[in-house]
Each structure stands twice: as C-alpha cells, then as structure tokens.
C-alpha cells in the first residue's frame, strides 16, 4: 500500500535549476477549497515531459534503455496509464527521441532552437509549449529522469489540483539526514550543526527527517506559469515514497539504477504473472543468424555458452523451453548442440505454433515469454507476457517488445532476458507474499 503525504508548503521556492522571474505570487497556507466542482468541461491537465537531444552527461540519454526500456518509458508509461491527463506530450528537438515518444503513445511538441539551448530552462520550455497550446489549463510537468514514478502518485496529486483547489503541487521525498555548515577551504572556522545537537543525536526512529524536492514532477496552473513560476500560489507538496524516489540525474548510476526499476518501477496496468513457457527464435536470437556450409554441404551454426548456460538455468526453475524457426533449420545440428529442448522449424505461422504449444500446456498468454529478432515475430511478442529482443533485432520486432537487451543475438541475449525473467518472476512473488 502506498505511503503518501500531501501538504500545504510554507514558503516558495524555485525547482532545482529554474529561476524565478519577479516576486512569486502571495501564498496560501492550509485552505482546501473545491474550485471546479461541478463545472461541466473538467480544466485541460496536460501532461509534458521535456526531453532535449544535447545532454552534457550521457548522449540521448532520455532514451537510453534503462531495464530493457527507453528512459523516457517508464514515466511515459505511467502517465498514460493514469488516466487524468487529457494529453500527454513530449517536448523535444531531437528526432530519435521524438520516435519514441510516438512509439509510447504520446504527442510530440518540437522545440524551438531558442528553448532547446544549454541556457535555457525548463520553465522556458513550459511557457513556449502553452504558447502552442491554449487548450492546456494546468501542466504536469514529469521529469523523464525518474523512472519509478507510479500512476497512483499523478492520481492523488491531479486530485488535489482539481478538487482542493491547488494552483500548485511539487514532489518531495523525506530523508534523515543530518547537515552541517559548510566552510570555505582556507578558511580557518569550525562547522556548526544546521539541523541536529551532536549532544542530543535522535535515533533514526525517534526523527521524522527533513522534505526535500525529489524532482519527479512539478504540476501547476496556467497562469501561475504565465507569470514566470512551477511554485506558488495556493501550493502544497506531494510526498513519494523513498523507493519511488529515483534521480537519474543525482542520486545514483545506471547499473544501481537499473536494479531499483526492476523492483520498484511500474511495469503496467495488467499484473505479471509466473512465467511457466519460454520460447526463442533461433536464427538471430539463440544464434547471431550467421550460416556456415561445410564442403559436404553441412550446416554449421554458432551460438554461446552463455546462451546454453540461461536455457539451463530456465528449466531448472521449472520453465518449460521451446525453440522456433520460420527457417528449415537442420534438425540434426540443432540436436548437436545437446540443449535438450523442443523445437519446430519451417514454420511459416509462428504465432500459430505457439498458440497451440500454449493451449496444451493449460497457460494464458501471460505465462508465456518470448524472445525474437524478426517481423516474423511481431505478433507473438505483441502477445506474450514478456517480450524480448536481441540488441541487434529489426526495427519492426523493437518496436513491438517491453525489454531490449543489451547483448546481440548469440552473444548472450538469451542469458541476459532470462537473468530478466528471474528478477521479475521474484518481483511476482514478492508481491503474492504481501
């Protein structure tokens, strides 16, 4: 069950970067009030993730695959999902990352030159996507950077918005943490203690810690933006819980971050299920796709330990392990590689074949895994539960799946999407246990 706490703020200040412009407007402290009860056109909440191409740190790194999915996924992914959006858009300058966007489901705002530069803010980048825009009456804007981030959190904050009539809400995260003056190097001074007496150090229980903005989303009205500001008016901040809280920007690297997203992320509305049949394609996905023909006219293929090591590693878990080809694939040299599985090749209807291998296993599509690399494969990963797909798969294949390796096909893509079915599979478990 989610943890939460909302409240009215005392004091305005600015998102971490964003500038204010003049004084901020007067603020409002502890009043709830029911603006927009009963009013037959709902105000237009417009959800906008800002998404520009020239990051400093890590090149396009809003889509870089974080968990097998594009970072900007998982906070697209729970916008939609939310539900209280009328659009959801990203503001973009950068091609590649317009394509996903689109891929997700979301409408796509081009940035100008002018609010796309490395001066720029983000609130720069607000006010000209309202300046397009005057459907919008109030902006959640999501930061692509925290891929935790869970419908339910844009739920309660897009009610605290529309029916206790918040110009503004921010998310913050609690943390116990003691602070101390910093001194200047050079400077011969002693620091002093901001926020504890080292003689009376609390117990991490007996303190309930500081709030600090954790920057997954600032929502504000239209014309608290207009006058230069994410933060102000009748204003109040939404707390996360500390596992939702994750700050590609700040707080952690990619491999620890990519843990966490396994475990806390929202993967979607349908809950997982156990995982009981995996099937993979063998050209492209077992094997790298390459053929060898001896002189006796002999097919030789290749495929890696590891590979064999994670179709071991399934079954031993109780995962039933099927092989699959649109290729009329050798029997005889599949069967050298002792992998001791089930298989069909020259198989025209792959969705077909496992439809049926499904059926006489008594499993609903989410029970089923499948890794392919080819439009051959399209509708099965549509289909499936879980769905990979070799780094070096086709366009049409990435774009139908939920989890895109890092290894090629017969380089350890089979390995690393089974390594992936274990930490879900623990998270499905995890969760039956609750």
Not at 314 to 333: D, F, M, Y
Request: proline share 4%.
């Amino acid at each position: 069950m989610d943890s939460v706490e909302k409240g009215a703020a005392t004091s305005v200040s600015n998102p971490r970067g964003r500038p204010s412009r003049g004084r901020p407007p007067k603020l409002q402290r502890n009043s709830r009030g029911g603006q927009g009860r009963g009013v037959e056109k709902p105000p237009h909440m417009a959800a906008l993730i800002l998404a520009r191409g020239g990051s400093k740190g890590i090149p396009l790194k809003n889509i870089k695959h974080l968990a097998g999915v594009p970072l900007i996924g998982w906070v697209l992914r729970a916008a939609l999902d939310s539900g209280v959006f009328q659009s959801v858009w990203v503001s973009t300058d950068h091609d590649e990352i317009e394509n996903v966007a689109k891929q997700f489901g979301a409408q796509v705002h081009r940035r100008s030159s002018e609010a796309s530069k490395d001066s720029s803010t983000s609130l720069d980048a607000i006010i000209e996507f309202l300046n397009y825009h005057n459907e919008v009456d109030i902006v959640g804007n999501i930061q692509a950077t925290s891929p935790c981030l869970h419908p339910t959190d844009l739920q309660k904050v897009a009610e605290m918005i529309r029916e206790e009539g918040y110009d503004s809400v921010f998310s913050v995260v609690r943390r116990h943490q003691f602070r101390w003056g910093e001194i200047q190097k050079g400077v011969r001074e002693m620091t002093e203690p901001l926020n504890l007496n080292p003689a009376k150090r609390p117990r991490r229980q007996d303190w309930d810690g500081e709030l600090y903005e954790n920057g997954s989303f600032y929502f504000a009205k239209r014309h608290l933006i207009e006058m230069g500001y994410l933060q102000g008016g009748k204003m109040a901040y939404y707390e996360m819980r500390a596992e939702h809280s994750v700050d590609i920007d700040v707080d952690i690297d990619w491999p620890i971050a990519e843990q966490r997203v396994l475990r806390y992320g929202y993967f979607g509305k349908e809950k997982l299920k156990e995982i009981k049949l995996f099937v993979c394609n063998i050209d492209g996905c077992l094997t790298n796709g390459h053929i060898y023909v001896s002189g006796d006219q002999k097919e030789i293929i290749s495929y890696d330990v590891k590979d064999a090591i994670g179709i071991s590693l399934l079954k031993k878990s109780g995962i039933e392990v099927r092989l699959i080809s649109e290729r009329a694939c050798s029997k005889q040299t599949l069967s050298s590689l002792k992998l001791d599985c089930k298989m069909e090749v020259n198989v025209p209807d792959k969705l077909a074949v496992v439809d049926e291998w499904r059926k006489e296993m008594g499993l609903c599509w989410k029970e089923v895994a499948y890794l392919g690399n080819e439009v051959s494969d399209e509708e099965c990963l549509k289909k499936v539960g879980l769905s990979g797909v070799p780094a070096d798969a086709c366009a049409a294949a990435q774009k139908a799946v939920g989890y895109i390796c890092k290894s090629s096909g017969g380089r350890g893509a089979l390995r690393e999407f089974a390594e992936h079915i274990f930490l879900l599979m623990e998270k499905v478990i995890n969760s039956c246990q609750k």
